[in-house]
Each structure stands twice: as structure tokens, then as C-alpha cells.
């Protein structure tokens, strides 16, 4: 299996890919196969009272929100999961921070670019 970067749309998706010769046989020895490295989703910086916060990077349901106001969060921890298309994506804090506003709760339904957490 190789992991490969592919865009549809405009939008990047990571995906595991077996190649198969002629025979159906699995053939991973394909030299014009580049490596995906995995993208880490960015925190987006906003102009509102708390200062900084954390932006949808897709449109999708919120799974599970990892954090809790007045938490600290440390740079690249991850501070939601979203699922869209039977997928989870990792929401990841670029900076260190303590949450000073959780804008969605689990079960909701969010836009790509609206205010998730506010630091």
C-alpha cells in the first residue's frame, strides 16, 4: 500500500492506494509514485475581542471537541474532530493558548471557515 495526496476540487485528500500489475497481483515497486506527507490543519487568525482562534478547515459535523474552556492548549494538539464524508479530519492548534470560548458542541453541523474555539 502506498499513501498518496490526491485533489478533487480544490481540496487535498490523503489515501491509501494498492497498485495492481495486469494479473491483479499487488506491484508496489512504482517509481513515479511521490509520498504524501500527512497536512497538518492550521489555526486562523481572527480579528475579534479574544484575539486568536481556530477556524473550520472543511464543512462537516462536529465529532468530538477535545478541549474544555479555560483549558491550555499546547501547539499542534488536537482540539476537535469533524467528520464529513464517513471521515474524522483532526482540527489542530498552530499556537499555545487557553480556551476562552467553545462555539460549537458535538452533533453540530458546521460551515468550512466559521469560529470553532476562540483562544
Do not use: C, W
Not at 497536512?39 to 462536529?62: E, L, R, W
Request: proline share 2%; net charge neutral; glycine share 10%.
Amino acid at each position: 500500500m502506498e499513501k498518496m495526496r490526491i485533489k478533487v476540487n480544490g481540496k487535498l485528500y490523503d489515501v491509501e492506494v494498492e497498485f495492481l500489475d495486469g494479473d491483479g497481483i499487488s506491484s508496489n515497486n512504482v517509481s513515479s509514485v511521490k509520498r504524501a506527507e500527512t497536512p497538518v490543519i492550521k489555526k486562523t487568525q481572527v480579528s475579534h475581542a479574544s484575539g486568536n482562534g481556530v477556524k473550520s478547515p472543511i464543512g462537516g459535523v462536529v465529532k468530538e471537541i477535545k478541549v474544555n474552556v479555560g483549558d491550555n492548549v499546547k501547539e499542534n494538539q488536537i482540539v476537535i474532530i469533524i467528520e464529513a464524508m464517513k471521515m474524522n479530519t483532526n482540527v489542530i492548534s498552530e499556537v499555545e493558548g487557553t480556551v476562552s470560548k467553545i462555539r460549537v458542541a458535538s452533533g453540530d453541523s458546521v460551515k468550512q471557515g466559521q469560529m470553532l474555539i476562540d483562544f
